[in-house]
């Protein structure tokens, strides 16, 4: 199962010069931070951060190349720092072609896939995900529920959705879920199928079309939400779904402000599993 975090095209009401996934959600402990170890408490074998060249340093010097996977991090045996599993953490841009045409941000969604399904495969079948766990920063909740639903998160069969008040992902609510690789396919079609384009459909008796949209009508899958994006990913009756105690999208400047001001807070991890671990660089001359 491979953890995906979009970053890219994020959308908010916020009036602050600062990216809003380095806002804090505990003393020392931003957006971002929490995603990533979302992902890592999850069981994801790595992680794909879909950012573009402008955050992706910043994100980068934020969270570092690689988290531990808290389940191994402190078990009970003689030699537990050798138990210890190390999670690996790309970070992705969304392919040239894509921008200001497709690039919504349920969109950086599907990049971070496909990026992570073609950098696997090419290297091994047997590292291609099976699954992908989606997160976003932004939408906060109780991540204790993900340690305990870990087994049903990974089922290799059945999509998790994480739910509030009945609404998920399906609602626009920026809950974490997962999806498998066609419900990517299916996604995929039916954006390219529902967004306009640059022209007008061909006129009768003319083979290709000559009539341009008007700017603002053209490409509008640049503006479709999480509800058209993810429309055809799989939820069924089969489909886990598991109720969150509580939830704020802090999309929205007076929801941040009332998860600021309430009584239930994410809790800083330890240290050690959230600050940026980064490779040593080679020395040379």
């Given at each position: 199962m491979a953890g995906i975090v979009p970053v890219a095209n994020l959308k908010?009401?916020?009036?602050?010069?600062?990216?809003?996934?380095?806002?804090?959600?505990?003393?020392?402990?931003?957006?971002?931070?929490?995603?990533?170890?979302?992902?890592?408490?999850?069981?994801c074998s790595t992680i794909w951060i879909v950012a573009n060249d402008d955050l992706a340093p910043i994100v980068r010097h934020v969270v570092g190349d690689w988290i531990y996977d808290p389940v191994y991090y402190n078990r009970m045996s003689k030699f537990s720092s050798k138990?210890?599993?190390?999670?690996?953490?790309?970070?992705?841009?969304?392919?040239?072609?894509?921008?200001?045409?497709?690039?919504?941000?349920?969109?950086?969604?599907?990049?971070?896939?496909?990026?992570?399904?073609?950098?696997?495969?090419?290297?091994?079948?047997?590292?291609?995900?099976?699954?992908?766990?989606?997160?976003?920063?932004?939408?906060?909740?109780?991540?204790?529920?993900?340690r305990e639903n870990r087994k049903l998160i990974r089922d290799k069969k059945n999509n998790f959705f994480f739910v509030f008040n009945n609404k998920s992902i399906k609602n626009d609510m920026p809950l974490s879920f997962t999806m498998f690789g066609e419900d990517f396919k299916k996604c995929r079609r039916h954006i390219n199928k529902k967004t306009t384009r640059e022209f007008l459909p061909p006129s009768p008796g003319e083979r290709f079309p000559s009539e341009k949209l008007p700017l603002e009508?053209?490409?509008?899958?640049?503006?479709?939400?999480?509800?058209?994006?993810?429309?055809?990913?799989?939820?069924?009756?089969?489909?886990?779904?598991?109720?969150?105690?509580?939830?704020?999208?802090?999309?929205?400047?007076?929801?941040?402000?009332?998860?600021?001001?309430?009584?239930e807070k994410l809790n800083k991890p330890y240290e050690e599993l959230i600050r940026p671990h980064k490779h040593e660089k080679f020395p040379f001359e």
């Open positions: 908010t009401d916020h009036e602050n010069p600062l990216t809003e996934i380095l806002l804090p959600v505990d003393n020392g402990f931003s957006a971002i931070q929490k995603s990533v170890y979302e992902c890592a408490l999850a069981g138990e210890r599993k190390e999670i690996p953490i790309y970070y992705v841009p969304v392919h040239p072609k894509d921008r200001d045409r497709r690039d919504s941000y349920g969109w950086s969604v599907l990049c971070g896939q496909i990026t992570a399904w073609h950098t696997c495969h090419r290297i091994s079948t047997w590292l291609t995900p099976d699954k992908y766990y989606v997160s976003f920063p932004l939408g906060l909740f109780d991540f204790s529920v993900i009508k053209r490409w509008s899958a640049r503006h479709f939400p999480l509800s058209v994006v993810f429309h055809s990913v799989m939820m069924n009756s089969k489909s886990t779904k598991i109720e969150v105690p509580w939830f704020y999208d802090a999309h929205n400047w007076s929801e941040y402000v009332d998860y600021m001001a309430s009584e």
